[in-house]
């Protein structure tokens, strides 16, 4: 897999599922990131590392459009996004979760997935309500097993736990097919054994959907990416596979603490 990977990252822009280049953000004189270029083949599972104010979530920002880059170009499987609206951006088949959870809390598990489906169909502003045969509801139910969320189907959100939560917001990201997801710390604040249901979660992930993961638990991060990128002071740093980068004496210094075993 990782050769295929770095093969298909050396290849031509239709190659690509997603390619920055050069991409930048200022806030005034604030300089969030510096020159970012990354290629990401289609199916491709990155991990994107580093410490708070390395830029990591201004660069999942960038890439969904919630803010657009000062300078630089974004591709989504070839097509420019760069100027496009967040909606737009969805339409295409990307998708993102957020380090604080944005739940319905007084709805049911179900129902929320439901909702995110319709959401991003043809008929999401029919006012008929779903019929037994209702594909939307047919895929909330398929999305709810691959989160592991069957037996909580009728709870509502605000009684799930954090780690349930965080299954839920990772469901609510695959509704409407998506072709790739930005998770953005899906493992903060999750037990031991929540990480390991998380890890489970997004190996199993169907392989066409690639995703990048911003994650400070690196075991977590390591154990669902291919290939990691590391950010320090808004610029990319270094870049390898998972071994790599976890053997790097100068990131086991800067990130580990260099007792990272």
Do not use: W
């Amino acid at each position: 897999m990782e050769h295929n990977v770095a093969a298909s990252r050396l290849q031509g822009t239709g190659a690509h599922a997603l390619e920055l280049d050069g991409v930048a953000r200022h806030f005034g004189a604030l300089v969030a990131l510096t020159g970012i270029t990354m290629r990401i083949a289609p199916g491709e599972r990155r991990a994107v590392l580093g410490s708070n104010g390395a830029g990591k979530t201004t660069l999942f920002n960038a890439v969904t459009g919630d803010f657009l880059p000062t300078a630089g170009r974004i591709r989504f499987f070839g097509e420019d996004i760069t100027a496009l609206a967040p909606h737009e951006r969805i339409r295409r088949g990307l998708r993102r979760t957020y380090q604080i959870s944005q739940l319905f809390t007084n709805l049911s598990v179900l129902d929320s997935i439901y909702l995110a489906c319709r959401g991003v169909s043809r008929r999401r502003f029919s006012l008929l309500r779903p019929s037994l045969s209702d594909p939307n509801m047919a895929q909330a139910e398929s999305i709810m097993h691959v989160v592991h969320l069957d037996a909580d189907r009728d709870k509502l959100v605000g009684t799930l736990s954090h780690g349930q939560q965080r299954q839920l917001e990772i469901a609510l990201a695959l509704a409407g097919a998506p072709r790739f997801i930005l998770f953005d710390e899906p493992a903060a604040g999750l037990s031991p054994t929540e990480r390991r249901d998380l890890v489970a979660i997004l190996n199993a992930l169907p392989k066409y959907i690639g995703y990048i993961i911003i994650e400070h638990d690196l075991d977590v991060a390591l154990r669902v990416s291919e290939y990691v990128s590391m950010m320090h002071n808004g610029r990319l740093f270094k870049e390898g596979t998972p071994e790599e980068i976890e053997n790097d004496p100068m990131v086991q210094e800067i990130y580990l603490g260099g007792g990272h075993g």
